[in-house]
């Protein structure tokens, strides 16, 4: 079983460190040529649009994606940020708490930015953009972290938009 992650690129800029990421993530497709897959999970948040000829043939299964006509598992973001913003508020008593966000043109990240504002509100914690801090989504979270905590002292709590910007 191959598990495939992979970005939409359309940068072609050499400096653009999403596009970096895109490049090492995607020469998985290069796969094919040397390799026979029997099925294959595919990562695509945020696709818009795909080569429909990568590994034709092939039986696949998109992860979370809003493909029409395509066998999708979808998870449910709201489902868990609420369940991880209820414990820390109603279990381990944090009345303060921000989030390390995601880049603006992240539909994933601008979600979950506004369930954690929801869940905050839905808590009796009054949400203000001070307590959001928008970051590029990878473990170079460090500056924007810093800026989020020296604007919140006294902080309790950081939720992070995904998996990478919470290894700071």
């Given at each position: 079983l191959v598990v495939i992650p992979g970005r939409q690129d359309d940068?072609?800029?050499?400096?653009?460190?999403?596009?970096?990421?895109?490049?090492?993530?995607?020469?998985?497709?290069?796969?094919?040529?040397?390799?026979?897959?029997?099925?294959?999970?595919?990562?695509?948040?945020?696709?818009?649009?795909?080569?429909?000829?990568?590994?034709?043939?092939?039986?696949?299964?998109?992860?979370?994606?809003?493909?029409?006509?395509?066998?999708?598992?979808n998870y449910d973001d709201e489902m868990g940020i609420r369940e991880a913003i209820e414990y820390l508020i109603k279990i381990k008593g944090v009345t303060k708490l921000c989030m390390l966000g995601g880049r603006d043109d992240n539909t994933d990240a601008q979600k979950r930015?506004?369930?954690?504002?929801?869940?905050?509100?839905?808590?009796?914690?009054?949400?203000?953009?001070?307590?959001?801090?928008?970051?590029?989504m990878s473990t170079r979270t460090q500056d924007p972290a810093a800026r989020l905590l020296e604007r919140n002292p006294g902080t309790q709590a950081v939720f992070c938009v995904n998996d990478a910007s919470a290894e700071i």
């Open positions: 940068s072609r800029d050499p400096y653009d460190m999403m596009h970096q990421y895109k490049i090492r993530h995607n020469l998985i497709y290069m796969m094919n040529e040397q390799f026979h897959f029997d099925g294959l999970l595919l990562t695509f948040p945020n696709l818009s649009r795909m080569q429909k000829d990568i590994y034709e043939g092939i039986p696949k299964v998109y992860l979370a994606t809003d493909l029409k006509d395509e066998v999708t598992v930015k506004n369930v954690f504002r929801q869940c905050l509100e839905d808590n009796g914690l009054p949400y203000s953009e001070d307590l959001y801090e928008p970051a590029d």
